[in-house]
């Protein structure tokens, strides 16, 4: 079995004590889908328990810090954290985005020691206001061939057994351009030793007051992501 690493970089809308001053009035914008992916936390613990692997997660919103960017790009920053002094925002750098980088480049350098390929996903919600009749969506590169060849498994599997939800690849999340933590890993490993594809899901799934119906889905991402690994 391929070996899969977890990532959920918009896990939380937390704030830390040191910056609730400046932030002070935002807090319904940071407490919203804007601030943070709600589910998505559950939704890769879930999946991380399942395959028995540690979950790679971010504490912070990303309205205070997006680690999902790029490495080093201005775009990780918010209209809210640039109210931030630039000695705070480089703290933030610090102490959240470059921990999980760095956990997650080891990860992946662990796994690639002992396999000749590792799948990384970047677990993800969306408002439905972005994609009504959009229930999964996976994101990956398609010029990479290993990435898109799994992706497009995981897709087929999924459409198979998820029957009445709707599910394609590579909608439109982010602006035109935009670089994400995956790039950044990309840029380090060959599309055969490394594979990262963001799973996108709708938060209505989470939020609708379905539990049974979200543990359905939980289980069919699971199922379906364990017959493409297997």
Known sequence: M?????SCEH????????YKEVL????ERITSAEGWDPGALNLAQALAMKFRTPLAHCEISRLILDCYTQE????????????????????????????????????????LERHPS????SVHTFDPLIHPDLHISLLYSEGR??????????????QERMLGLSISGNQAFYPEQTKTILDTLRKERSSAEYQ????????????DG????????????FESLRVVLD
């Open 145 to 158: 061939v290993g990435e898109s060849s799994l992706a497009l498994h995981w897709l087929r599997v999924m």
């Open 210 to 221: 379905k539990p049974m119906r979200w543990e359905a889905v939980k289980n069919g991402l």
């Open 72 to 111: 080093n790009h201005e775009s990780r920053w918010s209209e809210c954290s640039m109210r931030l002094t630039e000695t705070q925002r480089e703290k933030l750098h610090e102490r959240q985005y470059v921990p999980h980088l760095s956990s997650l480049r080891q990860r992946i350098s662990n796994e």
């Open 24 to 27: 002070a009035g935002d807090e």
């Open 11 to 18: 896990a939380t809308c937390a704030v830390p004590d040191a």
């Open 2 to 6: 391929i070996p899969v690493i977890f």
């Open 196 to 207: 990262g594809i963001e799973l996108q899901v709708s938060n209505r799934l989470f939020l």
């Open 118 to 121: 590792v799948l990384h996903v």
